[in-house]
């Protein structure tokens, strides 16, 4: 047991040192490449602790040589741009003035709930209370936000990339036939919609493959 405990505090003291000096990104916002060698540095650290018959020393070369090969890569990624856009990736702008860049979430493995989850975490609740918003390389939310809140009420999405919410629709008092008139008003069918939302009072945000968004005025019965 003693022994277990030597050898584990000697890792853990080894994981403090290098975590140090890799810098605050990796106990923040991570990079790809620097998440990867995070769950690598746990692996390794984890196998001399664990096993007895495996000698201590490889556990602090390997945790030592990840170290290195961070460094190596954290300068390539510092003196080449090209580096740094194939290890850590690109901002893509995903909401700008013409609404919501469906290539761009698509690229991102994205569909529209997923960004308008992002926004509310960033504390923008309608699709236009920004004039832009995009997924940084580390996977964060950024957004350029409007002066004030275009609405103080909650929208529910009610198409999603082609997708109705039929839980939705019916906490609006809208059914199937409903919506369809509405989208058929202009001249949209239901899979050439980005997206449609709703607050209570009737506020719609409205987008088509290829158009620019619209706010238009949708009848609703429901109050949430």
Known sequence: ????????TIIFLTLLVVMRLMGKSQIG?????EFVITLLIAELACIPMADS???LLYGIVA???????????????LWFRPVKDVICGKPSVVINRGGIDVYQLKKNNLNVSDLIES???????????????LYEANG???????EEPVSSLLPLTLVDLGKADKKNL????????????FLKERGARLKDVVVLTVNSEGRAYFQKKGCNYEILKLGVTGKW
């Open 29 to 33: 916002e991570m990079q790809p490449f």
């Open 119 to 133: 926004m509310r975490g960033a504390g923008y609740f309608n699709l236009d209370d920004v004039y832009y918003g």
């Open 1 to 8: 047991m003693a022994l277990v405990f030597i050898r584990t």
């Open 53 to 55: 018959s495996v000698p």
């Open 170 to 181: 019916s906490a609006c008092g809208l059914d199937g036939d409903g919506l369809n008139a």
């Open 140 to 146: 964060s939310f950024s957004a350029l936000a409007k």
């Open 63 to 77: 945790v030592i040589s990840i170290f290195i090969l961070h460094q190596i890569v954290w300068l390539a990624d």
